[in-house]
């Protein structure tokens, strides 16, 4: 078992940045590939980002692409998320998840076997 702690959101301006970190305690961090997810008000909860136990494969959602960047520190027991160029419609709750269900890498939530409590996101206009 894994538990998450996300860390890093906060209130940010439309074009800036902010890095979200995911601190991991339990077994063994490069178990799990790692992922992160977000919610915004009134809408499904939906994939940003994952990475592979080595780091070496990252997938994106589309709209993210060439401005979030997703890795990890396996020896510190961290994901980090960072974002940059951040818009309006980023706001949400931002989650870490971790899975060991499926030997490679998932970009479906259903994969991810434990989750973090959330950090919100808001970039204003």
């Known amino acids: 078992q894994v538990h998450l702690v996300e860390s890093g959101g906060g209130l940010v301006q439309a074009g800036g940045s902010l890095r979200l970190s995911c601190a991991a305690s339990?077994?063994?961090?490069?178990?799990?590939?790692m992922g992160w997810f977000r919610q915004a008000p009134g809408k499904e909860r939906e994939f940003v980002a994952a990475?592979?136990?080595?780091?070496?494969?990252?997938y994106y959602r589309d709209s993210v692409k060439g401005r979030f960047s997703i890795s990890r520190e396996n020896a510190e027991n961290t994901v980090y998320l960072q974002m940059n160029s951040l818009k309006p419609e980023d706001t949400a709750v931002y989650y870490c998840?971790?899975?060991?269900?499926?030997?490679?890498?998932?970009?479906?939530?259903?994969?991810?076997?434990?989750w973090g409590q959330g950090t919100q996101v808001t970039v204003s206009s």
């Open positions: 990475i592979s136990r080595s780091g070496g494969t990252t």
């Open positions: 998840a971790a899975g060991d269900r499926i030997p490679t890498v998932s970009t479906y939530s259903g994969d991810f076997n434990y």
């Open positions: 339990g077994r063994t961090f490069s178990s799990y590939f």
